[in-house]
Nanobody, 122 residues
Framework: QVQLVESGGGSVQSGGSLKLSCTVF????????MAWFRQAPGAERVLVAS???????NYVDSVKGRFTISQDTAKNIVYLKMTSLSPEDTAMYYC????????????????WGQGTQVTVSS
């Protein structure tokens, strides 16, 4: 059984930074994809960034150059460093995991955290 626990969300002003953490408890797949999704009110849940067990990273275009995904495999933590935040980044941020390849659609991911709220004010 795997459990994901996110932390690090909060309220910041436009231009600020936050670093989210996702701690993985339980069994780890030998080949996996860890992803950060976000969901704004009334909107669909969308992929923000992903990293796989080989360290390959991908980002949605809107966060490239501003967000950085990383992982500490010894501690089983995945991070999302967010800089130059804007009100458009306001959303609930979720960590998710799946075995194998990373995919865009949230339906491919079976393990989810409870989410952490990020609010950016102008």
């Amino acid at each position: 059984q795997v459990q994901l626990v996110e932390s690090g969300g909060g309220s910041v002003q436009s231009g600020g930074s936050l670093k989210l953490s996702c701690t993985v408890f339980g069994y780890r797949y030998s080949s996996y994809c860890m992803a950060w999704f976000r969901q704004a009110p009334g909107a669909e849940r969308v992929l923000v960034a992903s990293i796989d067990s080989d360290g390959n990273m991908n980002y949605v275009d809107s966060v490239k150059g501003r967000f950085t995904i990383s992982q500490d495999t010894a501690k089983n933590i995945v991070y999302l460093k967010m800089t130059s935040l804007s009100p458009e980044d306001t959303a609930m941020y979720y960590c998710a995991e799946r075995a194998g390849t990373c995919y865009l659609a949230p339906s491919w991911y079976v393990i989810w955290g409870q989410g952490t709220q990020v609010t950016v004010s102008s």
